[in-house]
């Protein structure tokens, strides 16, 4: 499979331009951040078939920053789980399709979440179940953030993890070094830990990369899938809001709403960047 | 094994519910590998640490981390597993709550979370262990099953109709050794479906748990005097049996909510609102005897029941004192 059959910038108008059109403000930071992390675990590393989303040998991905949903729905869409339309009815009224994901296999949405340092945990139990059931070449995937990494019981699920070596499960931490009221100062800052170094010290095998480099990112997914003793976490620098100049870095888009005129400014930035790629 | 006898009841109660509750989880998984066993650091405490060495492939101890435990355990319902996942009721239902919330509310995921010396089964460990909270928190998710057991051959009842049981339930654990003993025959047991241990009189007791042992006491003793209490062992809390709560108001004036719990949000709580919405018409009074609205004194777990008048003298008491049956 191509590296990337689907390309980020799309994705990244996928998720600027739905924001627009659903009027209320969304996580935006967030979700443009991880956008090369899911587009090349998707396009090239995943065991998944989006036109058979319940086929009972897939890996499973779980969202647990739930709240970049709408970059995983932007995936979700571009990979054929489900239509642009669907993808449009994005926080509307009564739509399944809200601001963090809600259990829905049918659309390749593998588990609700929204509260914060749960889907370890959720991801972990699967991970046991295939090995105790045999299937020890399937593989659970489980998207974090930083500033989620603030919550106990995140660290309660990487302990078990390593202490009963399951191998096939695999973090992303999504390492923007934000979170809702700006930086995250518990890693990271000056005399405190280094956030690789802590999974590192729970004995997980740690690899970390440019989150935005799309080849250091398949690189970093084949070095994890090729350790069979130890769960793997790729944490990855990356840059909030990643592709839309003033969004970079500036957490007044951590949750925001695009406005039509706001929308031409995005997709004027995107456009150009394609243009020098 | 696990045949409901005199004589499994009585072994059964002299070890109490949490024992048991290892005991019987481990003659069941012992022939069934799609059962894992799990606990947050206390399989010793629950009669799990034999099981837990001689079948290290069907049982996981977290470590003292509840949150972890009840995400992992849903992580393994969703694989297919009967999970029982046990730790002390505070812990389940409160520090863990919004995992279960999530996970078992949210997402559904068939759990069966063992909330172990419920009540106030702790005795001198005091209120941080005590589980008197617990039903009203675990209540108000929607979907969750509700059961406690009135005693140990019920235990055994509810572990054997959770194996295969499709939905998550909150299994909450009463009384200490020496349980007294309310059934010491087989009986049919329906999760949803409460049993009448005394056919409804015009004061009828609604309990669940150790209460209902120590009502069944105060009942006979009054029956010796001519006296008759039914009683009703609503086992299952949630969802509550609505045809035997239209039994009891058709049949009795006055209905007496008996229950190890404070009197916010328990078994109490519920009758009170079920009768308020589908009998509004009742002309009869419904009466609470449970915990009150605070932290308890602090003893063995006999001194705990008679000062909060739960034993089979303070539930006399209170049907005199109370509701006039004397």
């Known amino acids: 499979m191509a590296l990337n059959s689907i390309k980020e910038i799309e994705l990244r108008r996928l998720i600027v331009q739905t924001a627009a059109d659903c009027g209320e403000s969304a996580h935006l930071g967030g979700c443009l951040s991880m956008v090369e992390l899911l587009n090349v675990l998707f396009g090239s590393v995943l065991r998944h078939k989006p036109n058979d989303p319940l086929w009972d040998d897939r890996d499973i991905f779980i969202l647990s920053k739930g709240h970049a949903v709408l970059g995983y729905l932007a995936v979700l869409h571009a990979y054929g789980y489900f239509s642009r339309e669907k993808l449009s009815t994005f926080q509307q009224n009564g739509s399944d399709l809200i601001a963090h994901p809600v259990k829905k296999l049918s659309l390749g949405i593998e588990s609700s979440n929204g509260s914060l340092g749960q889907g370890l945990s959720y991801g972990l139990g699967m991970a046991i179940g295939m090995r105790k059931r045999g299937q020890d070449h399937r593989r659970v995937f489980v998207m974090m953030g930083d500033g989620e990494c603030n919550e106990g019981s995140v660290w309660e699920a990487v302990a078990l993890a390593a202490e009963l070596g399951v191998s096939n499960l695999i973090a992303i931490v999504d390492e923007n070094r934000h979170r809702n009221d700006g930086v995250n100062t518990l890693y990271n800052s000056a005399g405190g830990p280094v956030l690789a170094d802590v999974w590192r010290a729970f004995g997980w095998h740690v690899v970390e990369i440019d989150g935005h480099d799309t080849e250091e990112v398949h690189a970093a997914y084949q070095e994890i899938l090729a350790n069979n003793e130890k769960p793997g976490v790729i944490v990855a620098n990356t840059v909030k809001g990643k592709g839309i100049g003033f969004m970079e870095d500036n957490n007044d888009w951590h949750h925001n709403r695009i406005t039509p005129k706001t929308l031409e400014t995005c997709l004027e930035q995107l456009d150009a960047e394609a243009s020098d790629a | ?326």
């Open chain 2, 1 to 326: 094994m696990l045949e409901i006898s005199k004589r499994n009841a009585r072994s059964w109660s002299r070890i109490g519910a949490r024992a048991l509750y290892g005991t019987a989880f481990s003659a069941m998984a012992s022939s069934n590998q799609n059962i894992i066993g799990m606990s947050a650091d206390l399989g010793r405490s629950s009669g799990l640490a034999r099981f837990a060495s001689e079948y290290p492939d069907q049982f996981i101890n977290t470590g003292i981390a509840e949150q972890n435990m009840v995400g992992t355990a849903a992580g393994l319902a969703r694989m297919g597993f009967d999970v029982f996942a046990s730790t002390f009721a505070p812990f389940a239902s409160l520090r863990a709550g919004e995992i279960v919330r999530m996970n078992m509310g949210y997402m559904q995921e068939p759990v069966k979370l063992v909330a172990l010396g419920s009540g106030l089964a702790m005795a001198f460990l005091g209120n941080s262990h005590y589980g008197l909270e617990d039903v009203g928190v675990m209540r108000t998710i929607p979907g969750l099953t509700i059961i406690s057991p009135a005693d140990c051959a019920e235990i055994v009842k509810t572990l054997l109709a959770c194996v295969g049981f499709d939905r998550p339930v909150y299994i909450r654990l009463t009384g200490a050794i020496n349980l007294p003993i309310v059934y010491e025959e087989d009986y049919d047991f329906q999760i949803g479906k409460a049993v009448w241990i005394r056919p409804a009189q015009p004061t009828t007791i609604v309990s669940a748990g150790s209460t209902v042992g120590h009502a069944l006491q105060a009942i006979k003793q009054l029956e010796e005097d001519g006296k008759d209490v039914g009683l009703l062992n609503m086992h299952t809390i949630k969802p509550l049996d609505a045809e035997a709560i239209a039994h009891c108001v058709a049949s009795s004036e006055q209905i007496c909510v008996i229950e190890e719990h404070t009197s916010v949000g328990g078994l109490g709580s519920a009758v009170l609102q079920h009768i308020n919405e589908f009998h509004p018409d009742y002309k009869g009074r419904v009466l609470l005897h449970s915990i009150k609205d605070r932290y308890v004194e602090t003893g063995n777990y006999a001194f705990l029941l008679e000062v909060n008048k739960l034993d089979a003298a303070g539930i006399r008491e209170f049907l005199k004192e109370s509701a006039g049956v004397s």
